[in-house]
């Protein structure tokens, strides 16, 4: 990954509110790039730029938390590690393709995922 290119001409496309923090989220030419602030700066994380057109049509219609997503997505490499799972749910969010849920799986958050 080539942070230089990584960070040109990125376009804020909405913000997802998690249980601590809120997330903001950046298009980029090929991934989003997802910042929240902490007590020391930023954190970012990269999303790539499929994900949320995998996780529409696999997942259309459904509830969904990051461990479903990891387990049913069949994208080993794009949804490995679960923050990648947890920040392509915010990217989903911000786009407007997804809600996050009140209710809870066990201690994971709820993602409803819009209909096509």
Do not use: C, W
């Not at 030419?29 to 910042?35: H, I, L, M, P, S």
């Not at 529409?56 to 794009?78: D, E, H, I, P, Q």
């Not at 749910?89 to 786009?95: I, N, R």
């Amino acid at each position: 990954m080539r942070v230089p290119e990584l960070l040109t001409k990125l376009e804020f496309v909405g913000r997802a509110e998690g249980d601590r923090r809120t997330y903001y989220v950046f298009k980029g030419r090929t991934q989003y790039v997802v910042a929240s602030a902490n007590r020391e700066g930023l954190n970012v994380n990269v999303v790539d730029g499929q994900a949320p057109a995998v996780i529409l049509r696999r997942f259309a219609g459904k509830r969904v938390t990051s461990k479903l997503l990891g387990s049913r997505a069949r994208r080993g490499t794009m949804f490995g590690e679960s923050f990648q799972r947890l920040n392509s749910l915010y990217v989903m969010v911000a786009l407007g393709k997804a809600t996050k849920l009140k209710e809870r799986d066990g201690k994971a958050m709820v993602f409803k995922i819009a209909a096509h």
